[in-house]
Nanobody, 120 residues
Framework: QVQLVESGGGLVQAGGSLRLSCAASGSTFSAGAMGWYRQPPGKQRELVATISRSGTTNYADSVKGRFTISRDNAKNTVYLQMNSLKPEDTAVYYC??????????????WGQGTQVTVSS
């Protein structure tokens, strides 16, 4: 069984930074594509960023230039460095992963989410 465990969420003032981490575990599981989604209060879940196993990245327009996704394949871990945070970045952030090396239209595995709150 594959598990994704997120960490690094919390409360930060506008303009501040946070770094999210997500470690994937499971017998013989080697993460292919990974990513981050978020669900703001009262809204639908939305894409934040994705990264293929080879390192190709994709970002939502709303976070380009502020967020950076990266990964450590040896550790089955994906990171999200979030800088210049805005109140509208407040959301539950979900880690996602798949066995496929390319970014799929729908990821298979999801974490439980970590809360990020940005105060104005």
């Amino acid at each position: 069984q594959v598990q994704l465990v997120e960490s690094g969420g919390g409360l930060v003032q506008a303009g501040g930074s946070l770094r999210l981490s997500c470690a994937a575990s499971g017998s013989t599981f080697s993460a292919g594509a990974m990513g981050w989604y978020r669900q703001p209060p009262g809204k639908q879940r939305e894409l934040v960023a994705t990264i293929s196993r080879s390192g190709t990245t994709n970002y939502a327009d709303s976070v380009k230039g502020r967020f950076t996704i990266s990964r450590d394949n040896a550790k089955n871990t994906v990171y999200l460095q979030m800088n210049s945070l805005k109140p509208e970045d407040t959301a539950v952030y979900y880690c996602t992963a798949d066995r496929r090396n390319y970014v799929p239209s729908s990821f298979t595995y999801w974490g439980q989410g970590t809360q990020v709150t940005v105060s104005s």
